[in-house]
């Protein structure tokens, strides 16, 4: 399947690695490539591309500034953030701007293409190292308070978090639990308002942080359904 990517990042010998490493390989091609902020804006809603690939310190307002701009134009374009090293803060804003990948400039190109393969699944893609540092933070957060963030919900609701945190639709997780789907529905948004979480991704992000810890994996559990997606390390269903 081909892959039309668009590059964006300030360095020109950044941008030519990129398109050695992608362009042609694995049915991706280059389409375009820009060196600001102002012509990746104007690029990815002129071309279209499938992933827009946008360099975090992208001159002028930076690949975070330009990532809003094009998920409020056109929500389901794909979008992949590169970072040099990024802190959870600026991951998780991403992740809530709508970002569908999030990858270090220093992975491995094995790493980028499965990012890409990834997104263009339809995941939300974070590379194993990011995903380890956000769960060591959070587990720090939580072993400094009284008690776990799932203390608050019911027989009931835990059984959804867990099931949709797992990667199940409504309608799979309402099969299990045999109820109906606006039941299971109306459990997600009571779990989404006690968990104070602003996304489906932030519920999942939370269901694999706590059976990392659980675990003690610390880089990333999985657990999944054959139609809800999968929960692994590096990687995120999309949410439905």
Known sequence: MTC??????????IRCGLRSVLHGVGGNEVVGEAADSRTALSLTL?????????????????????????????????????????????????????????????????ELLAAIRSVQAGQVYLDAEISRRMVLSDHRRETQGQSGPLHALSARELAVFNLVGAG?????AAERLQLSPKTVEKYRAAVMQKLRLRSAVDLRLLALQLADVQSGAGAGAGAGSAEGGTIHSGRFASPT
């Open 168 to 172: 199940c639709t409504n309608r799979v």
């Open 46 to 110: 002129k071309l279209a591309p499938d992933i827009a690939l946008l360099c975090l310190r992208l001159p002028d307002d930076g690949g975070l500034s330009v990532l809003r701009l094009i998920k409020h134009q056109r929500r389901a374009q794909k979008v992949i953030l590169l970072c040099d090293g990024s802190g959870e803060h600026t991951v998780r804003e991403a992740l809530r701007a709508g970002c569908d990948g999030f990858v270090r400039k220093d992975a491995s190109s094995t």
């Open 4 to 13: 039309r990517l668009l590059l964006a990042d300030g360095h020109w010998l």
